[in-house]
């Protein structure tokens, strides 16, 4: 079968360009507004997008931070896990989650995956856990939420700590509920190509315990409360003004995006159905999924990748090396074959492009091209 002939324009893996110049005119306004009044640190634009944010996700409190790897490592750090705690996570994710654990002192413990959902294997979770342990991070990876009713179970039985690793998934539901608001606290980062993503760095800590939200507070501005007055040994990791004022303008837009993402993960789903050698995504029926990626399994990754390469068509693989296997950590000693559901996908994941204003003829150029590749 041949490409279909009207080829479109390059389709890159994400759009930032298309997301700017849509929102062109409020964005400038917004960020000439905060230059003006030069409240660049902790402005009241801050505390306002906390605000909005903490409604969107339907929890108490929101604190802004610098970035999704603050977020994470500050929330760690306020529920008190360090040295001596182990904190159980799944290896299949982005290298951050697992910083935030080993950077406050504590042990990393990777568990490997669902195979049919890429989340967190539950019954993995089960047996990593000793009397060491603190504290469980599930990922909703990809923006498809983790399975969280077994995992607070299981929280609940041996007296752990649940914080979220939400950098993937804001607005996601699980069984209706927002992601953000099932652990003691939760981590988004704004990374300008998240679901939600800044001009630049930005995250936010999500919770509905307000001892947690003021450790965090006082973490993120080197642990004063009151100005020159230090109470802990905090960090600079607070959210720009001007980075408040951008996201306050696009969180408005959000579940429209979500919304988009999900079309076009539906429309790769009708469409890849009937080609045999690719796997599509499983959403689990408690989920609501917002497709920050939509990744694929296929055979031969590396003629598959540079086929659509050739065809004008980016992809991505989100990742290509488990946390496990990474040189960073081969202070934990796990040997090759350990995880191995994570490590043989990681040689057979392919992230497709996904992005709101991602067209169907896009979707469907990118399906014609990858049946043209097999057929081949
Ligand atoms: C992006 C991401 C992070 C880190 O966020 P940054 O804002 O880039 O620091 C953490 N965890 C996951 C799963 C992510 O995708």
New binding site residues.
């Given amino acids: 079968m041949a490409v279909a002939e009207t080829k479109p324009t390059p389709i890159p893996f994400v759009d930032l360009k298309a997301q700017y110049h849509s929102l062109e005119q409020e964005i400038t306004e917004a960020s000439a507004h905060v230059l003006q009044s030069c409240g660049y640190i902790l402005g009241k634009e801050v505390g306002l997008f906390e605000q909005e944010f903490a409604e969107y996700c339907e929890v108490a409190h929101a604190i802004g931070v ?7 490592e500050l929330a760690v750090r306020a529920c008190g896990i360090g040295p001596g705690d182990e904190v159980i996570t799944a290896t299949n ?5 697992v910083l ?1 654990i080993s950077h406050s002192g504590a042990t990393p413990v990777l568990v490997d995956h669902d195979p049919q959902t890429y989340n967190i294997d539950i019954g993995a979770i089960e047996r990593a856990i000793t009397p060491r342990t603190r504290a469980i991070i599930p ?3 990809y923006g498809q939420p983790a399975d969280m009713d077994p995992i607070l179970e299981l929280a609940q039985k041996h007296n752990l700590i649940v914080l979220e ?4 998934a804001h607005g996601a539901r699980y069984k209706g509920k927002r992601t953000g608001t099932f652990g003691h606290a939760a ?5 300008p ?2 679901n939600l993503g800044a001009c630049g ?3 936010m800590v999500v919770t509905n315990d307000p001892q947690i939200a003021d450790s965090v507070q006082m973490l993120r501005n080197y642990g004063q409360r009151k100005k020159y007055y230090h109470e802990l040994q905090g960090f600079n990791r607070r959210l720009d003004t001007l980075q408040a004022a951008i996201l306050s303008v696009k969180l408005r837009h959000l579940d429209d995006w979500n919304a988009a993402r999900r079309r076009h993960a539906t429309l790769y789903n009708t469409l890849l159905a009937d080609v045999e050698p690719v796997v599509t995504p499983t959403v689990a029926d408690y989920a609501e999924h917002v497709w ?1 990626l939509y990744v694929v399994r296929v055979p031969d990754r590396t003629s598959f990748m540079q086929y659509l390469g050739e065809h004008q068509i980016a992809t991505g693989i ?1 990742y290509p090396v488990p946390v496990h296997r990474q040189q960073a950590y081969e202070n934990l000693g796990y040997a090759p074959g350990s995880l191995p559901i994570s490590e043989e996908y990681a040689d057979h994941i392919v992230s497709l492009p996904m992005f709101p204003e991602l067209t169907s003829e896009s979707v469907h150029y990118v399906v014609d091209t990858i049946k043209a590749f097999f057929q081949a």
């Fill in positions: 610098d970035s999704g790897t603050s977020a994470l994710t982005f290298i951050a989650t935030s990922v909703h990876l690793d939400a950098a993937q981590a988004f980062s704004f990374y190509a998240k760095d930005g995250g920050h989100h």
